[in-house]
């Protein structure tokens, strides 16, 4: 069982009360990190192998279930964990993997990637086999009643990432899906604020459960190009300063946003202004776009709460060369529009 | 290989070519019928267990897939298959069944459940089990060029059909839920006319391709029972008249509308006629709710030139108390609003 450290003891010790009810036998593995690291898995797949584990039981966030699927398949794997999520070594099998989830935001429930953060060397790499899917994920909207209004915000953040990253291509979009994502955009922004003020408002809680899911379980994708561009600028945020990994997409995206805003793509911003801010479609599109550009940020640094800018989490311009080369791996960032390594360099000043 | 009668000759002979330069031997049914029989899947199962099937391959819409699928269960049952399709026996597994599908309606694409109908019996009744679902479904729009624009109407009443039966429920709605149902709604509203009129328009044929899959795979079922009140009622009516199922739908729907709109279900049809209709939601619940039905009403109507009613068809009142006995079931259909022997039968006379 891998348990986030945040994690009530309420919900701990009823799960580990029936499965001894069961008649099963728990080894623990606690105190997963929020950007879970390479260390951890190790830990986790060491036990796993020592102690013949069948099934790792995941309590927590994203973190923890990252962290779980990816101790699932170096579970067998003689080496260190950090060559599978590298991918110079294979995944070739994962232990069953299943998650009570405590956290809505990084979806991790219900697909089949996990990012592991590497302190040594600065990197936060998502790696990703159907293998790795969660058999049975549990997802009571009561067991994140106790999240705080910060996690809660951040997690919607997160939420509103993953639908963004999916919604804004140039290519193959299709209406239906684009109705799809609008409304899982609406619905976040309608109740992440709702369970900040309420925490245990069940209704808030449930939406924002299932957006989570739904926002990377592939359901949004349809025919396009799975190419992001706020994730892996984010990612190196997370690796470098390990800041949570919400509240960086929330720095980076309307930054992003305003970098990538020109005449070609303002069509696709006055249509996520009107169908999600409710603006006025007979508007100038490139009024339309900047309009809702500034109602996103609204949401995220008034709404929401979230700090709006690098400097007000402690991070200066010092690594952003480094974090920019890393961030395109030598080459771009192929997501709604390419981004160089300047483009990147220039979102993380605007950010500052 | 099953394939409905009204298939091209294109696509079938481009599969065989296919099929045949990879080694394999084709055997084939053809003609499995609108409505499909419990004969066919007899024949269908007899071949099966002959010729010593692997795979089968379902090359049309709904009712071909549903007919491949309880061939696939019927294969491995040495019995009737109505005993499948009567649950008088289990379903103990299912040759894989791989489908190419040509026409947007069913949704039995991609979900575990076949409708089969008994000509001796006038019955019409739905099997369902995981074992039944298709390992593969290949959805190319431009398999759908070809769909006659009666076929394409009646397809979109069936997949609006599909998604009202779960929307309209008292309770267990999930906002994000119906937030999708409502954009695919006005998805299928937007683009089953532009498909009758340009039968080769992609974007069309695509939208309503996805929007028929998601429509029934149970994407849209969240935490509500499925208790559905219009296709129970129409199943009597294929059953009895052999009649286009979708048509069948559209002419029921919006009667069952008209039939279950009271003070305590008017909130919901005020919902459905804003966010689907664009109706002024200032209005009161009652105005807008009798006019979403009015519109509905008129989409399937005048705008998919659908028969209203099922005297145009054909039908007269003469079986109305044995089909509502037969759709109750001896007790009530238990949808939105229960409805008894006599709200049937009341619905089905609303509908001559």
Known sequence: MAEAPSKGRGLYDKLVSEIEQAGLE?????????????SSVNRGAGI?????????????????????KCIGAAAHYDGDAWDLVTRTAPITDCLPVVTVLTLAATG??????????NTETNDKIGVGDPLMRPKVSFLDPTNTFTV?????????????????EVYFSMDHDLYMLDQVMEGMLRTVIK?????????????????????????????????KQQAWSCHPMEHQLSAFYDITHGLGL??????????????????????????????????????????????????FFHTLGLESSLSQVGIDAANFTEMAQKACKGGVINGFKPLNQQDVESIYRMSL
């Open 26 to 38: 728990v080894f623990e593995l606690s105190g997963i990190e929020p950007n879970p690291r390479v």
């Open 48 to 68: 796993c192998r020592q102690e013949q584990i069948d099934v790792i039981l995941a309590v927590g966030g994203g973190s923890t279930i990252d962290a779980a």
């Open 108 to 117: 991790s429930e219900m697909n089949g990637t996990a990012v592991i953060s």
């Open 148 to 164: 705080s209004s910060f996690q809660t915000a951040s997690g919607a953040a997160d939420i509103i990432s993953h639908i963004l």
């Open 250 to 299: 929330a720095i980076l995206t309307p930054r992003w946003m305003q970098h990538v805003l020109d005449e070609t793509t303002a069509c696709k911003f006055h249509q996520f202004g009107c169908n999600v801010f409710g603006l006025d479609a007979s508007l100038e599109p490139m009024v339309v776009a900047k309009k809702s550009i500034e109602m996103l940020s609204d949401f």
């Open 191 to 223: 109740y992440a604020p709702i369970a900040m003020k309420e925490p245990d408002n069940y209704e808030a809680r449930a939406n924002l459960m299932w957006a989570s899911s739904w926002a990377i379980n592939g359901f949004l994708v349809g025919g």
